[in-house]
C-alpha cells in the first residue's frame, strides 16, 4: 500500500506514464467508491489554491503511476499522492494531504506515532472494507463543475 521508494520525478523516465500537470499535487483514488467519490469532492471544496488534480485508477495516467510505483492497479485499496515529484501511499498520504489542505486536520497528525505497519493495517482495515460500508459511487459520473475541473483525463 505503501509507494516503492523511487527518486523525485522518477516516474518521467517510465515510458508507460502519460505527461501530466506536475506543477500540482496529484491524487490517484478508486473511481468506483463512495468515499472515494465524498473525498475527493470535499478535497475539492477545500482545495482554496487549485493545488490538487485527480485521476482515478481505471484511467490510463493511474494505472501507470501505480503500476510505477509497485502498487497494484487493480486493487481499490490502492490510493496514490504525487507532490513535488514525491509519492505517497495509505495513510501518510492522507495525513499529508488533509494537513495541506486545512488546518482542522492537523491533529490527526498524531497518528503517525504509530509504527508504519499499524498505520497500513488501520489504512487497509478501512480501505478493504469500505464498499461495505459506504457503498459504491461513479466519481466521474456528474461531478460539479468544481470536482470536474480537476479530473484528469
Known amino acids: 500500500m505503501r509507494p516503492a521508494d523511487r527518486s523525485a520525478y522518477s516516474y518521467r523516465d517510465d515510458d508507460r506514464v502519460p505527461e501530466f500537470d ?6 490517484v483514488m478508486d473511481g468506483d467508491c463512495a468515499l472515494c467519490s465524498a473525498a475527493a469532492r ?18 490510463p495516467l493511474g494505472r501507470a503511476l501505480l503500476e510505477h510505483y ?13 507532490r513535488d515529484g514525491q509519492a505517497r501511499g495509505s ?28 498505520q497500513d493495517w488501520l489504512y487497509a482495515r478501512i480501505a478493504r472494507n469500505r464498499y461495505a460500508m459506504f457503498g459504491r459511487d461513479d466519481l ?3 461531478p460539479s463543475p468544481e470536482l470536474r475541473r480537476r479530473l484528469v483525463e
Not at 470535499?42 to 484511467?59: H, N, S
Not at 509497485?70 to 504525487?82: K, V
Open 22 to 27: 506536475e506543477g500540482r499535487i496529484l491524487l
Open 70 to 82: 509497485d502498487l497494484d492497479a487493480h486493487d481499490p485499496a490502492t490510493w496514490l499522492m504525487l
Open 91 to 118: 495513510l501518510d498520504a492522507i495525513l499529508t494531504l488533509g494537513a495541506h489542505l486545512h488546518p482542522a486536520f492537523r491533529p490527526l497528525g498524531v497518528l503517525r506515532v504509530l509504527p508504519v505497519r499499524v
Open 140 to 142: 466521474c459520473a456528474l
Open 42 to 59: 470535499r478535497i475539492a471544496a477545500l482545495d482554496r489554491y487549485d493545488e490538487v488534480r485527480i485521476t482515478t485508477m481505471q484511467r
